[in-house]
């Protein structure tokens, strides 16, 4: 019985940790879908990635260019945010609204990243992309961008001005 106890216990605190909301300013941008916000409750700045979408690496070309809308649409600003879980680096995975609209939502829109797909499904931003590559927004202004995808896969990732 102790054992039961012990491991809802466990569950219980770990699916706590997993799942988180708060609201906070934007600190730092770090690329076109990495950002560092500060609790309103204090504590140290998080490391944040916005889920459901993928900004081109930070020397790949369109890299500077996400990052700096970015930084132009958030940082300074008071955002909520929806953590979802961590990845492998320790960054929160998360939903950031700001004035009650999805910040990824509006980098695909504005042409400045990919819906994240997996496994052929198109990804939570699909007609966030399609409106952008109907209207030759950012990235889909060129005939043949390249994914964050592909670019990782034949580079590897970019170090530079990562924070």
Known sequence: MKLRCLLLLVCLASSAHARETFAGQVTYVTDGDTLWVQPDGGGAARKLRLTGMDAPEICQHG????????????????????????????????TVRLDGQDLAAQMVRAGQAWSYGWRGRPGRYAAEEAIARQSHQGLFAAAQPESPRAFRKRHGACHAGKR
Do not use: I
């Not at 970015?70 to 960054?91: E, I, N, S, T």
């Open 63 to 94: 890299g500077k260019a996400a990052r700096d809308l970015l930084a132009q649409l958030a940082l300074h600003r008071r955002v909520a945010v929806d953590v979802a879980y961590f990845d492998r680096y320790g960054r929160g995975l998360a």
